[in-house]
Each structure stands twice: as structure tokens, then as C-alpha cells.
């Protein structure tokens, strides 16, 4: 496991859950991705909800967010944004692009970009399935790097495995792109211990973007110890499950049209029902604690390991502000039992995505 780069200090439990230790404060203010990537900020700022599946946003305030949170991170650190070429179709890298054009130069200069590939859309916002071949490899580059308005990518990696295109050939592709400048580092996004292994033969992976949260750990079985013995960082995603465990989502709420959450098995009928009553037991520990239900899904995530960096998908900067809180709750051993005592590994209802969707999860095989 990579260390902080911090004069911070942690300590851990070696015999933690993650099988290497669960770190109880979260104040050290960078991490690095992987023994081969870059250093960043321990929180990575999501930025898909400002242009897609979860119905509109607010263009102004989302450059806002983005500008906050690039103020809020301390200089000689590293930022990260996360976006993917297929958010709104493009609509993402160029939000993405203004807000870096209209931010301070010394913050842009330390924002780096970590941007999936690979989804094939329709015109009608459809999904019609992933291309992991060279050549597509080379034309998703070509097309993120001018809307981006930059001559490289920090991190790139395709979003989901492609069936028909062996991972060796996706990653050499990016492999060569690193060595042309126009790629930093290579990453991986929701794949298995076995595919992980064989695209970490092929190039350097700086790190495995994967959903990861207190309702989300099927990684700590088999992917995270690859992941750890392969020297690759997690950026975890879906931290506060699209909302469901971030304290605000109730019960009788109304989702927006073309709202992802819509389609969510967790977010349907009894499925809502009985996660929310987990939210609930999570509120009592926060409350105990005086902060958030989400500031405490958050630190949980920071707590799992300091190769660990959770990626917010704040579209708002009061909720980038307790998003950021989190950064300074400290959890003891019993804050730690009394959260696994409220939401129990595989205590979710309901799997992460819909049928189909969950079909093209490499990770889920």
C-alpha cells in the first residue's frame, strides 16, 4: 500500500477489515495513486452529475463548484477531475474546460484530468455498448483532448471492458499514447482481479476506478487485495451511493426525468425502503459524532486505506463544502464498529445498477 505524502500523521488497525489496516484519521491531505501515479488531494471531485443522469444542472454553478473545490485544495497539491468523454456527449469535457480556462492560473496548473472512455451513445442518449479497439482508442483521445482545450490527459482509461477487444490491446493503445505525451498514466475502471493482472503485464496502472462505499463493498474480497499486491490505487467512485447514503435522499422524494436513480434497483420500492432504514441507523453514529450522515459515509471511505482516494460528486458548492468536511472527522476503532454495526457489509437491497448494465461489469464476474 502507497503512503500519504503529508507531515500528518494516521494510525491504523492492522487487522482491519481491508486485510491491510484501517486508517481512523483522515487529515493528510494528499495520496498517491498507485506506486506509478500522481500525488493528489485525498478527494477527487466527480464531475458527470453536472451534465448528465441525474437531471438538469445548473451550468453556472456547476463551474462555480469546480472552482471551489480548486480553491479549497491547498497549493503544491495536486486536484482531480474525474469526467468521462460520453458524459452528455462531450458536454462534460467542456465544462470541464471552461472552468479551468476561467480558474486561476496557478489552479489550473495543479488540476489533473482523469477521463473514461469507450461508451458508444446514440443519438436519443442511449447506451449501445463499448469499443477497446487502438484505433477507437486513438480517435476518443483525439476528440477529449481538443474538446479539453489540453495537450495531454493526466489519467485515461476506458470505462468498461470492451468483450470483443482483449484488455492487452486497449491498454497498449494508451500505453502508446503515454509514450507520445499525450497520456500521463494509464487507469482501469470496474475490472476484476484476473484482468487487472493481465493490462498490469501490459503497462504501468496507476490506478482501478471502482464503485466503493458503505453499501458497495465487493471489492474488498478479491479486487483491492489485487489491487494493493499490484501496487495500483483505487479512485472510488459512488462514495455516497448517487446520493442514497448521503443523508438528504427521503423517501417520498420525485426524480427528475432521465434521472439515473429512476432505473436504480436500489432506489426502487422495497429496495428504498430498506436502505433508507440503513441511512437511518448511519444517522445515529453521525449524530453521536455532530456531523453529517455524509461526512460520515465519506470518512468511512477515507478510513479504508491511504491507496484509497474517493472521488465526491458534489454539483454544488454547499455540498462540496460538507463533502469536504469529512476530511476532518476522525474515526476510532468504535466510531468504525458502530458504522459496521448500523450498515453491515452486504446489509444493501438491491444490486448497484440494472441487469444490463451490470452485464458489462467486468468487476461482477
Same mark, same amino acid.
Not at 452528455?88 to 472552468?99: D, F, P, T, V, Y
Given at each position: 500500500?502507497?503512503?500519504?505524502?503529508?507531515?500528518?500523521?494516521?494510525?491504523?488497525?492492522?487487522?482491519?477489515?481491508?486485510?491491510?489496516?484501517?486508517?481512523?484519521?483522515?487529515?493528510?491531505?494528499?495520496?498517491?495513486?498507485?506506486?506509478?501515479?500522481?500525488?493528489?488531494?485525498?478527494?477527487?471531485?466527480?464531475?458527470?452529475?453536472?451534465?448528465?443522469?441525474?437531471?438538469?444542472?445548473?451550468?453556472?454553478?456547476?463551474? *462555480?463548484?469546480?472552482?471551489?473545490?480548486?480553491? *479549497?485544495?491547498?497549493?503544491?497539491?495536486?486536484?482531480?477531475?474525474?469526467?468521462?468523454?460520453?458524459?452528455?456527449?462531450?458536454?462534460?469535457?467542456? !465544462?470541464?474546460?471552461?472552468?479551468?480556462?476561467?480558474?486561476?492560473?496557478?489552479?489550473?496548473?495543479?488540476?489533473?484530468?482523469?477521463?473514461?472512455?469507450?461508451? !458508444?451513445?446514440?443519438?436519443?442518449?442511449?447506451?449501445?455498448?463499448?469499443?477497446?479497439?487502438?484505433?477507437?482508442?486513438?480517435?476518443?483521445?483525439?476528440?477529449?483532448?481538443?474538446?479539453?482545450?489540453?495537450?495531454?490527459?493526466?489519467?485515461?482509461?476506458?470505462?468498461?471492458?470492451?468483450?470483443?477487444?482483449?484488455?492487452?490491446?486497449?491498454?497498449?493503445?494508451?500505453?502508446?499514447?503515454?509514450?507520445?505525451?499525450?497520456?500521463?498514466?494509464?487507469?482501469?475502471?470496474?475490472?476484476?482481479?484476473?484482468?487487472?493482472?493481465?493490462?498490469?503485464?501490459?503497462?504501468?496502472?496507476?490506478?482501478?476506478?471502482?464503485?466503493?462505499?458503505?453499501?458497495?463493498?465487493?471489492?474488498?474480497?478479491?479486487?483491492?487485495?489485487?489491487?494493493?499486491?499490484?501496487?495500483?490505487?483505487?479512485?472510488?467512485?459512488?462514495?455516497?451511493?448517487?446520493?442514497?447514503?448521503?443523508?438528504?435522499?427521503?423517501?417520498?422524494?420525485? !426524480?427528475?426525468?432521465?434521472?439515473?436513480?429512476?432505473?436504480?434497483?436500489?432506489?426502487?420500492?422495497?429496495?428504498?425502503?430498506?436502505?433508507?432504514?440503513?441511512?437511518?441507523?448511519?444517522?445515529?453514529? *453521525?449524530?453521536?459524532?455532530?456531523?453529517?450522515?455524509?461526512?460520515?459515509?465519506?470518512?468511512?471511505?477515507?478510513?479504508?486505506?491511504?491507496?484509497?482516494?474517493?472521488?465526491?460528486?458534489?454539483?454544488?458548492?454547499?455540498?462540496?463544502?460538507?463533502?469536504?468536511?469529512?476530511?476532518?472527522?476522525?474515526?476510532?476503532?468504535?466510531?468504525?464498529?458502530?458504522?459496521?454495526?448500523?450498515?453491515?457489509?452486504?446489509?444493501?437491497?438491491?444490486?448497484?445498477?440494472? *441487469?444490463?448494465?451490470?452485464?458489462?461489469?467486468?468487476?461482477?464476474?
Amino acid at each position: 500500500m502507497t503512503k500519504n505524502e503529508s507531515i500528518d500523521t494516521t494510525t491504523a488497525d492492522p487487522a482491519g477489515p481491508t486485510g491491510t489496516g484501517t486508517t481512523t484519521t483522515t487529515t493528510a491531505r494528499r495520496r498517491r495513486l498507485g506506486s506509478t501515479g500522481p500525488s493528489v488531494f485525498p478527494l477527487g471531485l466527480g464531475c458527470m452529475g453536472m451534465s448528465a443522469l441525474y437531471g438538469e444542472a445548473d451550468r453556472s454553478e456547476s463551474v *462555480a463548484t469546480i472552482h471551489a473545490y480548486l480553491d *479549497a485544495v491547498p497549493e503544491g497539491t495536486h486536484t482531480l477531475l474525474d469526467t468521462g468523454d460520453f458524459y452528455g456527449m462531450g458536454h462534460n469535457e467542456l !465544462l470541464i474546460a471552461e472552468a479551468l480556462r476561467t480558474a486561476p492560473a496557478a489552479a489550473r496548473d495543479r488540476a489533473l484530468t482523469s477521463v473514461k472512455f469507450g461508451a !458508444l451513445r446514440t443519438v436519443e442518449g442511449g447506451f449501445a455498448g463499448y469499443d477497446g479497439r487502438p484505433d477507437a482508442v486513438r480517435n476518443f483521445l483525439a476528440y477529449s483532448l481538443q474538446r479539453l482545450g489540453r495537450d495531454h490527459i493526466d489519467i485515461y482509461r476506458i470505462a468498461r471492458v470492451d468483450p470483443d477487444v482483449p484488455i492487452e490491446e486497449t491498454v497498449g493503445a494508451i500505453a502508446e499514447a503515454v509514450q507520445a505525451g499525450h497520456v500521463r498514466h494509464v487507469g482501469l475502471s470496474e475490472v476484476g482481479a484476473d484482468t487487472m493482472r493481465r493490462a498490469a503485464a501490459v503497462a504501468p496502472i496507476s490506478d482501478l476506478q471502482i464503485e466503493y462505499s458503505l453499501i458497495s463493498r465487493g471489492i474488498e474480497e478479491e479486487i483491492l487485495p489485487t489491487a494493493r499486491e499490484l501496487g495500483i490505487g483505487v479512485t472510488a467512485y459512488g462514495v455516497l451511493s448517487r446520493g442514497l447514503i448521503s443523508g438528504h435522499f427521503t423517501r417520498d422524494r420525485a !426524480l427528475a426525468p432521465g434521472d439515473f436513480r429512476g432505473m436504480s434497483p436500489r432506489f426502487q420500492g422495497e429496495n428504498l425502503d430498506r436502505n433508507l432504514d440503513l441511512v437511518d441507523a448511519l444517522r445515529k453514529v *453521525a449524530d453521536d459524532k455532530g456531523v453529517s450522515v455524509a461526512q460520515t459515509a465519506i470518512a468511512w471511505a477515507l478510513s479504508r486505506g491511504e491507496d484509497i482516494v474517493p472521488l465526491v460528486g458534489a454539483r454544488r458548492r454547499d455540498r462540496l463544502t460538507e463533502a469536504l468536511g469529512a476530511m476532518d472527522v476522525t474515526l476510532s476503532p468504535a466510531d468504525l464498529a458502530a458504522i459496521e454495526e448500523a450498515v453491515p457489509a452486504g446489509s444493501a437491497a438491491g444490486d448497484r445498477y440494472p *441487469a444490463a448494465q451490470m452485464a458489462h461489469l467486468d468487476s461482477e464476474h
